[in-house]
């Protein structure tokens, strides 16, 4: 099992910015790709970006240029760093962890099997 808390987030006006953390923990928590996503009211739920466990990256195109995915592997937390905020970025975020070590920059649900509880970001 692997358990994910979210936090930082919060209410921010458009233009500015905002950094969430994920603290992860449980099995094999370290060598799993993982990732942010968010959920809008009245929208499905859809990815953000992820990162593997090399590194690597990848954005929904909405984002690219504005958020930054990164995570401190001592610590195992998980970091998604949010400028430039616009008002559609509105959102339950989510943190996940997949069941693989690498997702290739894919930002498909399905491969993403532990999920936290959500943090809400709300840009005015």
């Known amino acids: 099992h692997v358990q994910l808390v979210e936090s930082g987030g919060g209410s921010v006006q458009a233009g500015g910015s905002l950094r969430l953390s994920c603290a992860a923990s449980g099995y094999a928590s370290s060598s799993r790709a993982m990732g942010w996503f968010r959920q809008a009211p009245g929208k499905e739920r859809a990815g953000v970006a992820v990162?593997?466990?090399?590194?690597?990256?990848g954005y929904a195109d909405s984002v690219k240029g504005r958020f930054t995915i990164s995570k401190d592997s001592a610590k195992n937390i998980l970091y998604l760093q949010m400028d430039s905020l616009k008002l559609e970025d509105t959102a339950m975020y989510y943190c996940?962890?997949?069941?693989?070590?690498?997702?290739?920059?894919?930002?498909?649900?399905?491969?993403?099997?532990?999920w936290g509880q959500g943090t809400q970001v709300t840009v005015s």
């Open positions: 996940a962890a997949s069941y693989f070590s690498s997702v290739e920059g894919r930002l498909k649900e399905r491969n993403f099997g532990y």
């Open positions: 990162i593997d466990t090399d590194g690597s990256t």
